[in-house]
């Protein structure tokens, strides 16, 4: 159920029976010569439509723009900083519940907002009014995204890019798939981040020219299309679980 397709008595009939709510969150960003910006909000927005069709659960409108000032130096992309995010989404939320939603799954498609969203999480959890989680897909398969590719990067490497040719492919531009790898960041490893046990650097660019990394061209829309499906019952699962819970157990425990 897509929350803003609904007219209200519709809406008032779910609010009756349910109290859960998934809320799609991306970003509008760089991603290399080859995917388009939307690729993380594609993302976030098909899973979570997706698991509302199966579950029947409500799914929010997307929030398109989110923490992307470490890409801020690449043409187009789009971004707030982090307090107005954290703000607008805490907002929105504790909005939602005044309706009756009483717990909240952020579907998430972007590593820059996972800190901030779940800083939001604690602010509702803390004064209980609402329980709130941050899911984000690929943490959700970790073992398929490890098989599937020798280098599945960070940001805009083959693992997003399977996924957007599987979800959209006609914003794909399959002829720079060599050239994202070739002048990207394509062999990642944890120890090239690291300084001594530091991240010395802030933005994407100073790591890679083209502001992606892994390597684009083990992409494919089967890929894409595995990939997408194990996460989908990641999140139904997870959906499934949440709306068992009973009210009480999901407010913070007591002092001792
Ligand atoms: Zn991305």
Redesign the pocket.
Known sequence: MYLADEAWPDLEAYFETESLALVPLG?T?Q?GPALPEA??HL?AEAFAREAADRTGVLCTPTVNVGVSSHHRQFHGTMWVDAPVFRDYVESFSRNLTYHGIDRLVYVN???GNISHLREVGRRLHEDGTAYTIEWMWNDSIPDLVEELFDQPGP??GPK?TSVIQFLRPELVHDDRLEEARDDGFSDVFEESYLRNGSRTFYDAIDNTENGVLGDQTDASAEKGEQLFEAATEQLVELIEWLRARDAEELQPALHV
């Open positions: 970003s960003e991603h690729t993380d993302i498609a972007h590593g940001h805009g997003e």
